[in-house]
């Protein structure tokens, strides 16, 4: 009798059968791969211990040395304000804080440019002012209104017989002449003269009293 063959209680998976044993050779190729990549990829992720050698001749200096000169050869800004004094604090600075000539030029346009801003600051000003005054002037009580210009004129009499010409510029570029408490000094001092002289063409002074310039300033002193 012949021997019953049994069945084997393993069977053959679908992909076992459609390609063998190569399959899982490949399958375990393939995880061999992946694993030692893993492992290569782990590698490289590792920070170098070892640090590549650094050229010395490629390194630069960090801050290159000023060069200082021995005498600074300043350039002024046009219509510049600045003082030979100024110049000399400013070089002796400079020297002292190792500027370069570059950087003691800027230092000296900055400072032009503060003291020239200052000027015209303190001009604008003073511009102010004797638009002030001259409005008070013409509407002060005493000489100001319609009698204004007439009063005025006998103002700038008194001045042009009393005043030197160095006074009268004073009072042009400081703007005083429109000052009110300056014209009504003049104002009066101009009254003061028509009253006391009378001029008649063709003859003296008539009613004219000898009174000096120092009496019609200051009145009459003891004698």
Do not use: C
């Not at 590792?46 to 010395?56: I, M, Q, V, Y």
């Not at 005498?71 to 046009?78: G, R, T």
């Not at 303190?122 to 008070?136: D, G, M, P, R, S």
């Amino acid at each position: 009798m012949s021997e019953e063959v049994k069945p084997t209680t393993e069977q053959a998976s679908p992909e076992s059968v459609l390609y063998g044993e190569e399959k899982k050779s490949d399958q375990k190729q393939v995880s061999s791969e992946g694993e030692t990549s893993k492992k290569e990829d782990g590698k490289a992720a590792e920070p170098s211990k070892e640090e590549a050698p650094k050229d010395k001749g490629d390194a630069k200096p960090t801050e290159e040395k000023k060069a200082v000169p021995e005498k600074y050869d300043f350039k002024l800004p046009e219509g510049s304000l600045l003082t030979s004094k100024h110049l000399e604090d400013l070089a002796a600075l400079a020297k002292e804080r190792g500027l370069s000539q570059e950087e003691a030029q800027k230092l000296l346009e900055r400072d032009s440019g503060v003291v020239k801003s200052f000027q015209d600051s303190q001009l604008k000003l003073v511009e102010e002012h004797k638009q002030k005054w001259l409005e008070a002037s013409q509407s002060d009580k005493e000489f100001g209104g319609e009698a204004f210009k007439a009063n005025a004129e006998i103002a700038q009499r008194a001045i042009a017989k009393f005043g030197s010409e160095a006074f009268k510029q004073e009072l042009e570029r400081s703007g005083l002449g429109n000052h009110p408490e300056l014209v009504r000094t003049f104002v009066r001092i101009g009254k003061a003269m028509s009253e006391d002289s009378l001029v008649v063409p063709k003859t003296q002074i008539v009613g004219a009293s000898k009174k000096s310039a120092e009496e019609i300033f200051y009145g009459e002193t003891s004698k």
